[in-house]
């Protein structure tokens, strides 16, 4: 916020009839803000989205298309997979900044003490590691192998769909779930057998879209040995952990048995204006993005927006704000993210985007409270999704 508003600022010094204001909205609220304010005239002019929504703001008309000087801007300072990511309908809809990825983060402290030499590279190693970093005091787990989220969901589905992926499965095959699937079934069974063998431990998974809670607590307390978990939690953990910081290691995700490759789950946030505000306010929008994202407004050829990302230990996905900030990006911990990179997955971006990660997200949850088999969750999963596409008209 101090950094957005700080760059509003200096753009208000260069255009001085134009005035940014900021606020912050709690992600869990941020949907729902843009569908019942953006059409008021009092509404947000400019949106930072979650990129699963862009189809359905599109529909809606609350994303408007980029004016022609705009749209080709995107084009020449963005990697080409960015550039599609905001393109809906033919026309480009925002301002790529953020792209995040999922990996394997592990404590190499419970590592070493445990006796094992490196991060599990496959699913197997995965559960005898986390069975080795299980520790009990009587009956009860006092140190869980292997974490999950819940209550919260795209931290729910993400990472267990980072293990799909990295078993050859996908959750779509454009737009037909594919959740049955037995590479599918096999990630959920994965969880099952983990909480059955009291590896993870769901009294330890509640979190947040800011991570707090026993999630993140865990974690950082060294309660947790792994987990699965974005790039762009690495600020939370610096400041959580302190020195112990220095404890985190990053690996690619454990390939499955039918997978031939670690695949993590990547996705992206964008930059809009308000289809539904006015033209005047739209074009005052689109020139401060043009500032806010372009090479002057940082520092050392940075944009504005790529010195805020990297202050949270976030990727920027501009092509010179990865060259400015390249001596950051050789931190271990988020050069970890880099490389695994080109082998990312994206998250499939659908109308109905948010119905169907919120209906898989139930489904997890209920494999890990124990309310439902691996093969019932996904069968379920499976009809519910279907039926929200097809509502949706993906």
Not at 142 to 150: A, K, M, P, S
Not at 212 to 241: C, E, H, R
């Amino acid at each position: 916020m101090t950094a957005l508003k700080a760059a509003a600022a200096a753009f208000h010094t260069k255009n001085p009839d134009v005035t940014v204001d900021i606020r912050a909205v709690p992600f869990a609220n941020l949907l729902s803000t843009l569908r019942t304010q953006g059409a008021s005239p009092n509404g947000p002019t400019i949106a930072g989205i979650y990129d699963l929504w862009l189809p359905e703001l599109v529909r809606d008309g609350l994303a408007a298309p980029a004016p022609s000087d705009v749209a080709a801007d995107v084009k020449a300072a963005w990697p080409g997979n960015m550039v599609d990511d905001v393109t809906k309908q033919g026309q480009v809809r925002g301002y790529p900044n953020e792209v995040d990825l999922y990996a394997l983060n592990y404590n190499k402290k419970l590592f070493a003490e445990a006796g094992i030499p490196a991060p599990p590279k496959t699913w197997d190693e995965l559960k005898a590691d986390a069975a080795k970093l299980t520790k009990r005091d009587g009956g009860k787990v006092t140190q869980q192998g292997f974490g999950v989220i819940t209550s919260w969901a795209s931290g729910a589905v993400h990472p267990w769909l980072s293990l799909v992926d990295s078993n050859g499965g996908q959750l779509l095959d454009g737009s037909t779930p594919k959740l049955d699937d037995p590479k599918v079934v096999a990630a959920a069974q994965l969880y099952a057998d983990l909480i059955k063998s009291g590896a993870t431990q769901p009294s330890m998974s509640s979190a947040n879209a800011n991570t707090t809670g026993p999630y993140l607590d865990n974690f950082v307390n060294g309660k947790t040995g792994m987990i699965i978990m974005a790039n762009w939690w690495q600020s939370a953990l610096k400041q959580a952990m302190g020195d112990r910081y220095s404890d985190v290691g990053v690996a690619p995700v454990p390939v499955g048995p039918d997978g031939t490759a670690s695949a993590g789950v990547s996705y992206s946030w964008l930059t809009m204006v308000n289809g539904k505000a006015s033209p005047a306010k739209q074009d005052a929008a689109w020139k401060f993005l043009q500032f806010l994202n372009g090479p002057d407004s940082g520092k050392s050829g940075s944009s504005a927006m790529g010195d805020i990302l990297m202050s949270m230990g976030i990727l920027p996905s501009r092509t010179s704000d990865l060259t400015a900030h390249k001596a950051d990006l050789s931190d271990p911990f988020i050069a970890a993210y880099v490389a695994e990179l080109p082998n990312a997955k994206p998250f499939p971006t659908v109308l109905g985007g948010e119905a169907m990660s919120q209906a898989v997200q139930k489904h997890i949850e209920n494999i890990v409270f124990g309310k439902e088999t691996a093969q019932q969750a996904m069968t379920a999963a499976q009809s519910e999704v279907a039926d929200i596409l097809a509502k949706a008209g993906a």
